[in-house]
Nanobody, 126 residues
């Protein structure tokens, strides 16, 4: 049974940092396409960043230079380091996994991903 469990969310002031972790069970994170999405109530889920099995990454423009995704094979986790946070980064953040490699060109299409975590809330105050 595959499970993805996110942690590390919280409340922070603008300019601050948070580190999110997605812990996988029932799958080997390092061999899968892993992604972080976020969603604000009333809006569609938005792709933030993905990392493929070879370590290649794609970031959405709004987080480039501020967010960094990484995999820890020993812990079977995917981390998202978020720096210089802005109020517009406030959202529920979800981890997702795809078995068949990262999708292209619809790399941030939610329906392309097989498994999802329950989410962790990030709130950035101004």
């Amino acid at each position: 049974q595959v499970q993805l469990v996110e942690s590390g969310g919280g409340s922070v002031q603008a300019g601050g940092s948070l580190r999110l972790t997605c812990a996988g069970s029932g799958l080997t994170v390092s061999t899968k396409c892993m992604a972080w999405f976020r969603q604000v109530p009333g809006k569609e889920r938005e792709g933030v960043v993905l990392i493929d099995s070879g370590g290649g990454t794609i970031y959405t423009d709004s987080v480039k230079g501020r967010f960094t995704i990484s995999k820890d094979s020993a812990k079977n986790t995917v981390d998202l380091q978020m720096n210089s946070l802005k109020p517009e980064d406030s959202a529920m953040y979800y981890c997702a996994a795809r078995y068949a490699g990262c999708p292209w060109p619809r790399h941030f299409a939610s329906d392309e991903y097989d498994y999802w975590g329950q989410g962790t809330q990030v709130t950035v105050s101004s």
